[in-house]
């Protein structure tokens, strides 16, 4: 092979980034920063170029502008998201353009950045671009979702395409449905998957600490801070925070909290300068955020944030047919452990299981299988060993919940609130502000049950 053909291979096998902008001086910048880093570049100055030269060309990396001539970066985001929608793309936003940088997040760009441009900032997200596409996700031996239900295909299917962005993701669902699995699959599944993985109680850290917990601390900044300690947002630095129950910080974390999903940075107690985090967040909790919202119990714009993309983590009285996969893996499980041969289970204990609603979901399951395993001679687990609660009755049969009466207690409730909603506003001539006053309610919760009810 001739030196001029090894050059031209090498050349070929190179990542390759399209910047989109129709800035000459930003483009020679980019250009000059990303063949620094070894990539090759292609530029186009509007939408419709950008799009002709991916249907042409492999790319690695999409990089866009939000402001194009004959179009803006979101429209690209999703021209991308239906014709090539293995390509990473990033967004070049206004600084401080924060509903622009969502709203790309939601239409599947990968990241965004803000100008004017932090080269060091920049030179992460490409790397995490590119190695997002660099090699399948490893296979690292964790227990993975079980079920063969069409929920559960489409909560596989939904994490598999928020793992191919960084936007903050919030997983809601009930306690025991398996959120920090969910969590964890998404992580291994997306570029930072070679990094940490931070996993942090909201609710476990008395709050007196936390701001020390989730920021560190210097040397000397309250007593008996006696050595600088690094705190668990930068312990995720370069791979994934998880936030669970993230509805149990205070208010005043939940400010702290925003700044650090807003602006990337971190300022550790006893420190008079921030310094810059590359961390991932995702969030999980089984209360409902929307009503805390409205109560007033948790930050609005902090919700907005952190809730770009939200994955529901269905119940297991959803899924009933996913019972038996689930009872026979937490067996396997529970028989290594033992080191004994894998228990069975009859065939009426696991009807017994299907018809009982499990508000503990899957870690009841694996309680219950636990303890019945205690009981059972031989290995084989029947009805007789199977210790139901007595206070969580079965769900009803889905068709006699279809024919409920129209006067549903709930639905009778509603229309009250309803009326008293209306006629409070006619009063106030539809000053909301008024309204809510007369009610004895706040604006905020006012306007989420407008909302809620379909009143506008």
């Known amino acids: 092979m001739s030196a001029s053909e090894s050059a031209t291979r090498t050349e070929v096998n190179r990542p390759a980034v399209l910047i989109v902008d129709d800035e000459p001086d930003l483009l020679e910048l980019l250009s000059l920063t990303l063949r620094r880093m070894n990539l090759r570049t292609r530029t186009a100055p509007d939408l419709g ?28 985001v999703a021209w991308i998201q239906q014709n090539r929608a293995d390509l990473p793309v990033a967004v070049i936003t206004a600084h401080g353009s924060v509903e622009s940088a969502v709203r790309a997040l939601k239409l599947g760009a990968f990241d965004f950045v803000s100008k004017p441009l932090d080269l060091g900032g920049l030179r992460k997200l490409i790397d995490n671009a590119i190695r997002l596409g660099a090699r399948p996700p490893a296979e690292t031996g964790r227990p993975r979702l079980i079920g063969h239900s069409a929920p559960m295909a489409q909560l596989r299917e939904l994490i598999a395409r928020v793992a191919r962005s960084e936007a903050p993701v919030h ?66 630095e370069g791979g994934t925070l998880f936030l669970d129950e993230v509805a149990d910080l205070p208010l005043h974390m939940q400010v702290k909290l925003l700044r650090v999903v807003q602006e990337k940075t971190v300022r550790p107690v006893g420190e008079s300068s921030e310094e810059k985090v590359d961390v991932r967040i995702l969030s999980a ?26 994955l529901h983590v269905p119940s297991l009285r959803e899924r009933p047919e996913d019972i038996p996969d689930i009872a026979h893996a937490v067996l396997l499980r529970l028989g290594r452990r033992a080191n004994s041969p894998t228990p069975s289970i009859a065939d ?60 549903a207690l709930g639905d009778h409730l509603e229309d009250i609130e309803r009326s008293a909603i209306l006629r409070a506003l006619e009063k106030t001539r539809y000053n909301k502000t008024a309204a809510a006053k007369l009610l004895g309610m706040s604006f905020r919760a006012l306007r989420y049950r407008i909302k809620k009810l379909g009143i506008e």
């Open 171 to 236: 997983i809601s669902g009930e306690s025991g449905t398996g959120k920090e699995l969910v969590a964890r699959l998404i992580h291994e599944s997306g570029a930072r998957r070679e990094r940490e993985f931070v996993a942090v109680n909201c609710g476990a850290i008395p709050t007196e600490l936390m701001e020390s917990e989730f920021f560190g601390h210097r040397r000397g900044s309250f007593t008996g801070a006696v050595v600088d300690k690094k705190g668990l947002i930068q312990a995720a």
């Open 348 to 407: 009426d204990a696991l009807a017994m299981l299907q018809s009982y609603s499990f508000p503990g979901n899957v870690r009841e399951l694996e309680n219950v299988l636990e303890r019945a395993l205690t009981l059972c001679l031989g290995g084989l687990i029947t009805a007789e060993h199977i210790k139901l609660r007595t206070a969580a009755r079965p769900q009803p049969p889905a068709a006699h919940v279809e024919h409920a009466a129209p006067g």
């Open 49 to 76: 170029t950008a799009q002709k030269l991916i249907r042409a060309e492999p790319f690695d990396l999409c990089l866009t502008d939000m402001r194009l001539p004959d179009g803006d970066g979101l429209d690209l």
């Open 285 to 310: 909790t089984h209360k409902s955020l929307t009503e805390l919202v409205a109560l007033g119990q948790f930050r609005e714009d902090l919700f907005y944030r952190i809730n770009v993309i939200e």
